[in-house]
């Protein structure tokens, strides 16, 4: 399967519930603002987070968006000022 990039972006009211959505998305990728962050995986693993998010918001209040993108679209970016794209990071482990 073919990992996907995401950016989250949210707006919770609550200080708890953006705390605890802030931990998931920073569980699953990178903060490159306050309430933004981006996340790559596999599909099924986006959903499941997805699934995770929507089960600690108030729908009737937060807002929580997933901007899924393509590849040629990922690689098309442009940062600007202080903004970059964070470097996923590999670690290895002997077993």
Same mark, same amino acid.
């Given at each position: 399967m073919?990992?996907?990039?995401? /950016?989250?972006?949210?707006d919770?009211?609550?200080d708890?519930r953006r705390a605890r =959505? @802030?931990?998931l998305l920073?569980a699953?990728?990178? !903060?490159v603002q306050r @309430?933004? $962050?981006l996340?790559r995986? %596999?599909a099924? %693993?986006?959903?499941e =987070? !997805? !699934?995770r998010? %929507?089960?600690?918001?108030? =729908?009737?209040? +937060? @807002?929580?968006?997933f $901007?899924?993108?393509?590849?040629?679209? &990922? +690689?098309?970016r442009?940062? /600007?000022?202080q903004?970059h794209s964070? %470097? !996923?990071?590999?670690? &290895?482990?002997?077993?």
């Open positions: 073919a990992t996907v990039t995401v /950016v989250a972006a949210y919770v009211t609550a708890n =959505l @802030s931990a920073q699953y990728g990178d !903060r @309430s933004v $962050f996340a995986g %596999e099924a %693993e986006l959903d =987070l !997805r !699934r998010a %929507e089960a600690m918001l108030d =729908l009737d209040q +937060d @807002s929580l968006y $901007f899924a993108q393509c590849a040629p679209c &990922w +690689d098309g442009v940062c /600007v000022g903004a964070p %470097e !996923r990071v590999l670690y &290895w482990a002997a077993l």
